[in-house]
Each structure stands twice: as structure tokens, then as C-alpha cells.
């Protein structure tokens, strides 16, 4: 594929991006950011009945863009693929480079990476809560950390 179409599909993904929004219904919502450039985004994630795929997948978020673009872009290919949370886990960051065009992002990994590094963090989320949930494991929305007073008391507790 050549430069300038690599270019053009970055600023069609970026003027019309695909799956932006929140999800309602997510069972993980996974903020992730750059705070080299000040990029951040946020990937909703709702696991499919069976726990390996992806029922739906959506974005939100502000920055330069090459990482809205990305984002955009790795969420279409996840739904249009129908790929598995192992799948999109394997997916090489390299590749993703390649994809978006190695010679226009080069300068720019980490914004071109953002969005796929934070839908790996919300699918290891989602994957914790399960095998936590199959195990019978409560987790308190505060991630289960106390600070200061009384914390070795609680932690004695459980």
C-alpha cells in the first residue's frame, strides 16, 4: 500500500472513527494513556457468553491522530475479524506498526500502540474477574487496597 493511501485511511479513521463511544453494559471499562503527548483513551469491553470472545468492543477518547485513528482502526478489525480475546492478546505490536504504516508512525509508537496495549489491559481485566469470579473471590470496587489506619487490622480479616 502506498504513503499517501496509508494517510488517507488514518485521516478517514480519524474524521470517521468506528466503534467510539461507551458501552453501557461493558464489563470492563480500562482507561490507558500517553503522557508523552497527553493521548488518552478508555476501551469498553463486554465479553461474549463463551469468556473467549468479544461480544462488543468501543472507545472514547482525545489526542493526536494517529492514536484516535489506531484505535478506531483495531476496533473495526476486531469486530469485523470476530477474533478471540487470545487472539487480539497475540496480536504484535509490530504489526500493528505495519498495518498503520511503519514509515508515517515510526516516529510515534506510542500513540500508535495506545489503543491496542489498552484493549490487552481490559481483556487480562476481564480474564482476572472470571477466573476470580469461577474461584469465588469477592473484589470490593477500590481493587481491595486499604492505606493508614487500621490496614493491618483489615487485612487480618480476610
Request: with cysteine; hydrophobic share 35%; proline share 3%.
Amino acid at each position: 500500500m502506498d504513503r499517501q493511501l496509508q494517510i488517507q485511511i488514518l485521516l478517514d479513521h480519524y474524521q470517521k472513527p468506528r466503534h467510539r463511544g461507551t458501552l453501557d453494559d461493558a464489563d470492563v471499562a480500562m482507561p490507558g494513556g500517553n503522557p508523552g503527548c497527553g493521548d488518552v483513551v478508555t476501551v469498553y469491553l463486554k465479553g461474549a457468553e463463551d469468556h473467549e470472545h468479544i461480544a462488543d468492543a468501543t472507545y472514547e477518547g482525545e489526542g493526536c491522530t494517529i492514536s484516535m485513528a489506531a484505535a478506531s482502526m483495531l476496533l473495526e478489525q476486531v469486530h469485523d475479524g470476530g477474533l478471540t480475546m487470545d487472539e487480539v492478546l497475540a496480536m504484535d505490536y509490530n504489526e500493528m506498526m505495519e498495518q498503520l504504516g511503519r514509515q508515517i508512525v515510526a516516529s510515534r509508537p506510542k500513540c500508535a500502540t495506545l489503543g491496542l496495549g489498552t484493549l490487552k489491559a481490559a481483556i487480562r481485566k476481564y480474564q482476572s474477574d472470571r477466573r476470580l469470579d469461577a474461584a469465588g473471590i469477592t473484589r470490593s470496587e477500590d481493587g481491595g487496597l486499604i492505606f493508614g489506619e487500621g490496614a493491618a487490622e483489615a487485612a487480618k480479616k480476610e
